[in-house]
């Protein structure tokens, strides 16, 4: 009943999180370069993936995005998310919902959306990083 | 060679020399305990070292492209080592007659409630009271704790987190919503009535630690009384007696004391425990007077009583979802640890001089039930 289970469910649901869009991300970075050590499968489920939650991330943010509720995002990935880009907001929303777009149709991955790709996974990781030195620093 | 490549041959060598105390370890323990060590073994210790063997192979491990995906791959396992290293080896590695009493009383607690998946394992070395490792299956123990029966309800409660993380769906999405629902309501009745802008943002804050943390300890705490039930009011009680210090202030990631009474009150009625809740309710309210503390304004708006309602709906109906039986189901007699947690409070209340001589040979029928000297 002490702190320690609630910090540590945060930092399970948090990590768990962080290493799904992770791993999505470093398979989409690898078919955008080129890389043959990722199948057509693996990089048809990263695009789904991504797309979804670019999509989820979008409608939290406010967002008119295609699905609302499909995923589970952290309350702190959002927030992070929204610190870094007070000033330009709607444009963020529109860059997720675009980078979702183009995942789901199949297009080319530019560099455009990599960087949108890498903002969530940054923000998952910064999220997961801080909740683990939060249950190991009480 | 890069930091980062670097940094994987010395977690390689970390994933490889905890494998070896586990292995040394392993065979030596209890059934329970090696039925553990074995599962956390394959399950996340031998995954950790094959995912570093994986990383050191990729031949992109070294391309400046790829490097920031890599180190962030490389932190969640270097995190998974540290815990594995700081809770389930130091459980396993000093596994003695405390924490197998009471990993054998969280499997029976298990098995009576119909939690349904594998009982987590205890290790009696917490400092921090008693905590759940959601992600290792270990429940902490203080090591004076497993023999005393009025506190031992609070496994209900670190069980029950277990089933709020794995069974989110189940348990936190239907509270989320309801959360949502009674403010987007309640900040749009402020807004008509011409609150004014802080105390709307002050709805908002509690929106927010609601959904962050509150809605969680609310969660663990009714399932615990679903199960538990009179016993985890009693010993909730006791607790707060012991360790609390503003009955009506949240702490960290806690909500009030007070709050969380009145949640688990409210589900002692709804399983049909109405006169016990009324009992201990008149005890928590014996310790508001000797705690000289009173409701503060502002306390109903961050823990309005029809959320908590709600809340106790939707949990109650949860733990039917999940299939959990309620106290009143459990409850049969004979060397039951829900039973007999049960008992052990009825009795401290009618006899608390004579108590300690009544734990000492309940807990001597419960060694006896579970075979254990």
Excluded at chain 2, 190 to 214: C, F, P
């Amino acid at each position: 009943m002490s702190d320690t289970t609630t910090l540590s469910h945060e930092y399970e649901t948090s990590a768990s999180f962080a290493e799904t869009v992770n791993q999505a991300v470093l398979t989409l970075k690898k078919a955008r370069f080129g890389r043959r050590d990722v199948s057509p499968t693996e990089v048809t489920e990263a695009r789904t993936a991504m797309a979804t939650l670019l999509d989820a991330v979008a409608a939290s943010l406010g967002a008119a995005a295609r699905s609302a509720k499909a995923v589970q995002v952290p309350s702190e990935v959002l927030e992070r998310l929204v610190a870094k880009h007070t000033n330009r907001l709607s444009y963020f929303q529109d860059d997720l919902v675009q980078t979702a777009a183009a995942l789901q149709k199949g297009s080319a991955i530019d560099d455009e959306a990599l960087k949108v790709l890498e903002e969530i996974s940054d923000a998952a990781d910064a999220t997961a990083s801080a909740s683990f030195r939060r249950l190991r620093r009480r | 060679m890069s930091l980062l490549h670097r940094l994987l041959i010395d977690l390689q060598r970390r994933c490889s020399e905890s494998l070896d105390t586990w292995k040394k370890v392993e065979p030596t323990l209890a059934p329970e305990a090696k039925r553990y060590a074995e599962n956390i073994r394959q399950k996340l210790l031998d995954r950790a070292g094959a995912h570093v063997d994986r990383l050191l192979k990729d031949p992109d491990l070294a391309d400046p492209q790829f490097a920031r995906s890599f180190y962030i791959d490389y932190k969640r396992v270097v995190e998974l080592i540290q815990q594995i290293e700081e809770g389930s080896l130091l459980a396993i590695c000093r596994y003695r007659a405390e924490d197998r009493f009471a990993s054998l009383l969280v499997d029976q607690i298990a098995t009576e409630i119909g939690y349904p998946k594998p009982a987590p394992l205890c290790s009696a070395t917490s400092t921090q009271y008693f905590f759940a490792h959601t992600g290792l299956d270990l429940i902490f123990v203080p090591c004076a704790e497993p023999y005393r029966l009025l506190g031992l309800s609070d496994f209900y409660h670190e069980l029950a987190h277990f089933l709020l993380f794995r069974f989110s769906s189940k348990f936190l999405a239907p509270i989320e919503a309801e959360i949502d629902l009674y403010f987007d309501q309640a900040v749009k009745d402020a807004r008509q009535k011409g609150w004014v802008q802080t105390l709307i943002d002050e709805l908002e804050a509690y929106r927010k630690s609601w959904k962050r943390d509150w809605m969680i300890e609310f969660g663990a705490d009714m399932v615990a009384a679903y199960c538990a039930g009179p016993a985890y009011g009693w010993a909730n009680v006791r607790l707060c007696s012991n360790v609390s210090a503003d009955l009506f202030a949240g702490a960290s990631t806690h909500p009030a004391d007070a709050a969380r009474a009145t949640g688990i009150e409210i589900v002692l009625h709804g399983i049909g425990c109405a006169t016990e809740a009324a009992e201990i309710d008149a005890e928590w309210q014996e310790l508001l007077r000797l705690t000289a503390q009173m409701k503060p304004q502002g306390f109903d708006m961050a823990y309005p009583q029809p959320l908590l309602n709600r809340l106790a709906d939707s949990t109650v109906a949860a733990c039917k979802t999940v299939g959990l039986n309620s106290y009143l189901r459990t409850r049969r007699g004979g060397v039951d640890v829900t039973f007999t947690l049960n008992e052990a409070w009825r009795e401290f209340r009618a006899k608390a001089n004579s108590y300690s001589a009544w734990e000492q040979n309940a807990v001597a029928q419960l060694k006896s039930a579970f075979q254990l000297p």
